[in-house]
Nanobody, 116 residues
């Protein structure tokens, strides 16, 4: 399984970005996809996740500002990030959980920098 992320970059506080993650390869029975992030000097933390049934889960710090969704035959996960804050600055990692694969698969990460 390969996960390719895109959409990171530099944005001013209050701005928006949309992250995209496309899964390819041996894709069978996706249970969930989503995003974690890791700021410099901090542990990786869950940002948002979406299940195959469409249920979503968000970190408290992003509720009301970020929206996760799936597209393209459900093998792509999107993260719309609005009202960005400097504390959202981090490397964002996409993940996928599959029924047949006990190992969570990760993307390489995309850097989001929120700064004026």
């Amino acid at each position: 399984v390969q996960l390719v992320e895109s959409g990171g970059g530099l944005v001013q506080p209050g701005g928006s970005l949309r992250l995209s993650c496309a899964a390819s390869g041996s894709i069978f029975g996706i249970n969930a996809m989503g995003w974690y992030r890791q700021a410099s000097g901090s542990q990786r933390e869950l940002v948002a996740a979406i299940t195959s049934g469409g249920s979503t889960n968000y970190a408290d710090s992003v509720k009301g500002r970020f929206t996760i969704s799936r597209a393209n035959a459900k093998n792509t996960v999107l993260l719309q990030m609005n009202s960005l804050k400097p504390e959202d600055t981090a490397v964002y990692y996409c993940f996928v959980d599959q029924t047949i694969d006990p190992v969570r698969r990760w993307g390489e990460g995309t850097l989001v920098t929120v700064s004026s």
